[in-house]
């Protein structure tokens, strides 16, 4: 019985200490209670708590913003609205993928959407790996190529449709328009729900770029039939 005990306390000493090893090599469990505590912040800011109230029981947002995965590009803060107010569905390269459309459309369809937002960002990632890439690859797509396919293959297809010469000066630049404009494209062109309701007044599908530097969401088209 002493035997089997002592045993017991060795394995939760080790575990102990492993963990605690673990936590100071990764500091995961650091970084952690940091979000824990910043948690505890946003429960206690009043203007949070009030809206928490009035939405904890449904939502009805007005906006949709389709936008990179990228933590510089938050919609929420770049638009300055609170909880319940954008529906935002984010991925890398905001590109428009089965489940990324399926979302769009659940909310046009469910909610009362006004405004569907495409929003690109100046040095997107997603859009640079797509250029290099295509760089690499003399111009032709290669979806063969398993890394980061489902990111990287959409954009290097928007690319090569917008007739961008990828060696120009200009490409990047370029190539993320062209992202943005393929994708609100994509939205349209394969749901039902999200063309229907464009074409009868329900919703507007808006392009824009975001800069990282001055914080501007410029637009750079607005598809509607507004009569």
Known sequence: MKVK?????????FSN???QSSSDECGSQQDWHYLQKANKEFIHKPKYTKQRKKTANGQNPAFVVLSCADSRTPPELIFNQGLGRIFCPRVAGNTAGDQVIDSIAFAVHTWDVTTVVVMGH??????IGALDRLRENGGVIDPENGIFHAVLIPIERAI??????????????ESIIANVVYTANQLINNSIIISNALQSGQIIIVGSVYSLRTGKAKEIFIINNCT
Do not use: K, T
């Open 5 to 13: 005990f002592f045993l017991m306390l060795l394995l939760v000493v």
């Open 17 to 19: 200490s492993w963990a």
């Open 122 to 127: 100046e040095n997107c990632g997603a859009v």
């Open 160 to 173: 090569i449709a917008a007739g961008i010469d990828i060696y120009g000066p200009n490409a990047l630049e």
